[in-house]
């Protein structure tokens, strides 16, 4: 069989906190790195446990970036908004959606942008979650519409807002799908452009969810509330069947050491080998789980 060997080059280092002072129109937001680095992740912490996600934000920053063309055939379709009627079908695709939103931010999508982020909303309300997308946010989107760094900083604000907001009221379960429905819409949306567009950047992030899906299932096992979980929980171990072929082989890389801003990044090279015919299977299975969600 024909092997596809990839290497990513990964690092760790300081994480800054997103702030922005004053108008976002006058003066340019300080970016956290978890926000913009395509090779950084998404902390997100459940009862004392630590899930490492990529950030959906991310993953559009990579696939602009690896100069792949936009594709508005790929985002869920936004009249079946009215579909989703259960909380758990609201939450699975409000990560979807927010994940879309993200994706036609990075490409500059303006008019097209507007049209999720009100469908966003609309889901938002329905979970309870208006504080996090209201009227200011609003207002503060479509007068920074033109600006992708502020864009970045207000979109993962508010999510912010709405994941502290359940975990506050005890709704652990919907911020954990809203999660792992912006990680399935992630995935989708590489494999897609990856298999019309190969490109090495790309299949490197592809390959690395191997640790990432141990965490989605984690994630999903924890808060399966009443069983409604069972069917993504049994998809997402059959994929896993295919991100447990992929070999995976770390190599030491000498540190960087910043003496003015004191701090030292730890590196290493990770040496990723996949088989085309297990990415095909993973490709396939992403988006049959994908179609499900969305359905």
Known sequence: MNKLLTTLTLSTGIVLMISSCGSEEEKKPEISKEVIDPNSSLNAKFDDKIFSIPSPMQMAMLLEESKSPY????????DKV??????YKKALNLG??????GYVSIYKQNSIALKYLSTIEKLTSKLGLEGAFDKDFMSRFEKNSTNKDSMMVIVSDAF???DNFLKSNNRKSVSALILVGGWIESMYLACNINKEHANQ???DRIAEQ?????????LLTDYNKKGESDDLIKDMKDLKFYFD??????EYMEPITNVKKKTTTLRHKTVVTVDSSTLNFINQKIEAIRGKVIE
């Open 71 to 78: 594709n508005e055939f790929l985002l869920n379709d936004l």
């Open 82 to 87: 009215g579909d989703y009627t259960s909380e």
């Open 96 to 101: 979807i959606y927010g994940t879309d939103l």
């Open 160 to 162: 912010k807002k709405s």
């Open 201 to 203: 950047k790309i299949l």
């Open 210 to 218: 191997t640790e990432t899906l141990n965490t989605i299932i984690e």
């Open 245 to 250: 072929q992929i070999t995976i082989n770390y």
